[in-house]
């Protein structure tokens, strides 16, 4: 799981001899709304340099292209499709992920969609893609890579989550010293 801005040929190639098949990867729009949501502590834009990671290594590794979507970005997909397409960026799995509350907060998890309005969106997202040329998996509700099975996601105050979609389950923390407690029971 990364944002792609660290995965340089030469980390992947490393990474690649360790066994590495699978990467899921963040662009949550094309340049203009992604650099505005994720950018470096310096406030330049990490679009750029995602692309052109991921267009040096898109047919080495199976690519999972994870797009946060909420209110504010979602009639915007389209234009990141286009994009990765003019990019020669066309098979990667995608997974349009709607956007919901959490622990880990920030500005953009304020726009998220109403319960009842998220199976209709989906569809549209759905369409959208395949009507700019990407495919559409047959599991499309079994996408990304569940970290669940790794034990990294870290919450603000030291709890270790399952996922950042379960952040009620705390599994254990991490003490000062950066040693992990894991509770044994929800492990």
Not at 49 to 64: C, G, P, Q, S
Not at 78 to 101: A, C, E, S
Request: aromatic share 12%; charged share 30%; net charge negative.
């Amino acid at each position: 799981m990364t944002n792609g801005s660290l995965l340089t040929r030469h980390v992947f190639e490393e990474l690649k001899s360790l066994g590495l098949t699978h990467v899921q990867i963040t662009l949550d729009g094309p340049k203009e709304v992604h650099d505005k949501r994720r950018y470096f502590v310096g406030g330049k834009g990490s679009y750029d340099i995602i692309l052109k990671n991921l267009k040096e290594i898109r047919d080495e590794v199976n690519v999972v292209l994870r797009v946060n979507i909420d209110v504010n970005n979602l009639d915007s997909f389209r234009d990141l499709l286009k994009d990765l397409k003019q990019n020669g960026i066309t098979k990667v799995r995608l997974d349009p992920h709607l956007v919901h509350d959490n622990v880990f907060r920030n500005e953009y998890w304020d726009y998220t969609f109403p319960k009842d309005e998220e199976g209709e969106i989906l569809v549209k997202l759905w369409e959208t893609a395949k009507d700019e040329g990407f495919e559409i998996p047959q599991d499309v509700f079994r996408l990304g890579l569940c970290v669940a099975h790794f034990d990294v996601v870290v919450g603000p105050f030291g709890n270790i989550y399952p996922c950042w979609a379960f952040t009620g389950y705390v599994k254990g923390y991490l003490t000062e010293d950066g040693d992990v407690v894991i509770y044994e029971k929800l492990s």
